[in-house]
């Protein structure tokens, strides 16, 4: 079976897909899952993921190699972080054996929908759980889903490598001591009106500041930040307890050192200290690397290197990262999960 698509073009929206992997846990233990093709999930009006939104996800991609093997990034990586929302949202863990074998069985299952190597596109996979089963007081739900579904995407921010600018919200997306370090469903809807009023106004995501004192940069929309110093040698990223610990972040924090030969800082990075860097990008599994072209605070607009071009440090940054992703650059161990 071939798949008309238009793989050049493929922003990040919705596709359905043939097949989605769906597993239940009642009674203290996960089933054995199985693939379905019904894009539909029932489940009782009660459920807590519906009131309280005890709801977790994850996101990581596959993608197409040169030699038509399929290439995972880090999914035990992945696998972990879904297990600290979990314990967060008191949801039963879902182990990394069943996290890395569900993804594999949806990405097998909708192979084709895969976009070809050299297209820049590639699949995201989104692993999620929601509490579910009769239920009204609030408290942890008596059963649970875990569930797989893939979605063949290209850039999430529409400049692609091209900068664009973002623009510093007042509205914070966690609380100090919440829950902004796991990847669950509140900080997110949490997180739409500030995407939209950036976006409304011509910016392509919100720069939010921490919630304790608003000077220092948290996050940029549904991805981290990083700088490049003026000299060119360090990567700095943010170090706070209400941001999501990225795996593009920790992956960059390891290239730039050991790969591009930079200092590496996770630091405090001050809004009214960005003339110390050069380059700016947000980074994630969506953003991959999105490079910053000027963030605009309050009547204040930053420009970094260039409003038009990616920088030197970026592009080296996402070269290898990308590179790795695809199978054309050697990967530290363990990095890469085949799919066969
Ligand atoms: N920050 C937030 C709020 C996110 O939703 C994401 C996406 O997962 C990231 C950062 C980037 O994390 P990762 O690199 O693990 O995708
Ligand atoms: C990701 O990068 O995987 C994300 O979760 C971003 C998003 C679309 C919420």
């Known amino acids: 079976m071939s798949v008309e698509i238009d793989w050049k073009n493929l922003g990040f929206s919705y596709i359905k897909t043939p097949f989605r992997y769906i597993s239940y846990w009642k009674d203290g233990q996960w089933d054995n899952g199985q693939l379905t093709e019904d894009n539909k999930v029932y489940i ?14 994850e996101g990581l991609k596959a993608y197409r190699c040169k030699d038509g093997s399929i290439n995972l990034f880090r999914p035990d990586e992945n696998a972990k972080r879904l297990m600290q929302s979990c314990q967060r949202l008191l949801m039963p863990e879902v182990p990394i054996d069943k996290f890395v074998d569900a993804v594999k069985q949806a990405v097998k299952a909708n192979e084709e929908y895969i976009p070809p190597y050299g297209t820049g596109g590639s699949l995201y996979i989104r692993p999620y759980i929601i509490g579910v089963g009769d239920n009204i007081g609030v ?52 997180g739409y009106k500030a995407g939209k009023e950036a976006k409304q106004a011509g910016y392509s995501d919100a720069v939010y500041l921490d919630p304790q004192t608003h000077t220092k940069i948290e996050e940029i929309g549904a991805a981290n930040f990083f700088g490049i110093t003026k000299d060119g040698k360090k990567f700095v990223t943010p170090k706070s307890p209400s941001i999501l610990p990225s795996i593009t972040k920790y992956s960059l924090l390891y290239l730039a050192k050991e790969r591009l030969g930079l200092d590496v800082e996770e630091g405090d990075i001050y809004i009214d200290a960005l003339d110390q860097f050069s380059e700016a990008g ?52 363990n990095w890469i999960v085949k799919v066969d």
């Open 44 to 57: 009782s009006e009660g459920s807590t993921a519906l009131h309280y939104g005890q709801t977790a996800f």
């Open 139 to 190: 408290a942890p739900a008596p059963e649970y889903i875990f569930s797989v579904f893939v979605v063949p995407v290209g850039a999430y921010f529409k400049g692609g490598l091209t900068p664009t600018r973002f623009i510093v919200t007042e509205y914070d997306r966690a609380a100090p001591r919440g829950t902004g370090s796991v990847k669950v469903g509140g900080n997110y809807a949490s």
């Open 282 to 333: 947000a980074c994630g599994t969506a953003a991959v690397i999105s490079p910053i072209g000027g963030i605009q605070n309050g009547d204040n607009l930053h420009v970094f290197y260039s409003e038009t071009e990616v920088g030197p440090v970026t592009q080296r940054l996402y070269d290898e990262l990308v590179g790795i992703q695809y199978g054309d650059v050697p990967a530290p161990d």
